[in-house]
């Protein structure tokens, strides 16, 4: 079973940068296509960004696009996500998961004020 440990959230002033990361329990991580997806008061859970195995593809929300950037480290079965030029309305708890399989973590909250 596939365990999950989001960190890096916080509180951010707008135009700020912060990066998250998910440790992630599993022999086969490196086979895994990995996903952020966030989760704003009130609102449904979205997609944010996911890497393939290889790390060569990535994939992007379009209002994540250019601000935000997914990376893996396979030796290290970890997941990042550098998020720059925040928005209050990024504002979110955020999740990495394996696509397609798997239960959620506790999540990471980001907090981003004008």
């Known amino acids: 079973q596939v365990q999950l440990v989001e960190s890096g959230g916080g509180l951010v002033q707008a135009g700020g940068s912060l990066r998250l990361s998910c440790g992630v329990s599993?022999?086969?991580?490196?086979?895994?296509?990995m996903a952020w997806f966030r989760q704003a008061p009130g609102k449904e859970r979205e997609f944010v960004a996911a890497?393939?195995?290889?790390?060569?593809?990535?994939y992007y929300a379009d209002s994540m696009k250019g601000r935000f950037t997914i990376s893996r480290d396979n030796a290290k079965n970890t997941v990042f996500l550098q998020m720059n030029s925040l928005k209050p309305e990024d504002t979110a708890v955020y999740y990495c998961?394996?696509?397609?399989?798997?239960?959620w973590g506790q999540g990471t909250q980001v907090t981003v004020f004008s």
């Open positions: 599993g022999r086969t991580f490196s086979s895994y296509v």
């Open positions: 890497i393939i195995w290889g790390a060569s593809d990535t």
């Open positions: 998961k394996p696509w397609g399989f798997g239960s």
